[in-house]
C-alpha cells in the first residue's frame, strides 16, 4: 500500500510558478513509478508527467504531455519519499485539480495503469 498526499497548489497570476509536492507513505517507495495528472472542471484526467523508480541520483527516465514540455518539471527524493511537480510559465488553461499517483513498474502515461491515488491540490491561474 502506498498513501500519497500533495500539497502545494494555490491561486497565482499567468506567468507564475508554482511547486507541488506529492508526499509518500509506506514501503518501498523507491520501487514505485511516479506520475502526476490533472482535470480541469468538466475534463476528464489528462497526464502531465512521470518519473521512474529508479534508484539512479539522476533521477530515472522521464516521460511529459507534449503540451507541457518546457514548462513542467518532475523530479522525485527517494530519501524524502516525494516527488515534485515544478511549473512554470504558468497560463489559465493550467487551472485544474493536480493528482499524485504511483504504480509499480515503469513509466506510464495511461489514468488506468496507476494503482494509488492521492486526493488532489487545486492549482488556478488567473489572467
Known amino acids: 500500500q502506498v498513501q500519497l498526499v500533495e500539497s502545494g497548489g494555490g491561486l497565482v497570476q499567468a506567468g507564475g510558478s508554482l511547486r507541488l509536492s506529492c508526499a509518500a507513505s509506506?514501503?518501498?517507495?523507491?520501487?514505485?513509478?511516479m506520475g502526476w495528472f490533472r482535470q480541469a472542471s468538466g475534463k476528464e484526467r489528462e497526464f502531465v508527467a512521470a518519473i521512474s523508480w529508479s534508484g539512479d541520483w539522476r533521477g530515472g527516465s522521464t516521460a511529459y504531455a507534449d503540451s507541457l514540455k518546457g514548462r513542467f518539471t518532475i523530479s522525485r527524493d527517494n530519501a524524502k519519499n516525494t516527488v515534485y511537480l515544478q511549473m512554470n510559465s504558468l497560463k489559465p488553461e493550467d487551472t485544474a485539480v493536480y493528482y499524485c499517483?504511483?504504480?509499480?513498474?515503469?513509466?506510464?502515461?495511461?489514468?488506468?495503469?496507476?494503482?494509488?491515488w492521492g486526493q488532489g491540490t487545486q492549482v488556478t491561474v488567473s489572467s
Open positions: 499517483a504511483a504504480k509499480p513498474g515503469g513509466v506510464r502515461v495511461a489514468v488506468s495503469e496507476y494503482d494509488y
Open positions: 509506506g514501503r518501498t517507495f523507491s520501487s514505485y513509478a
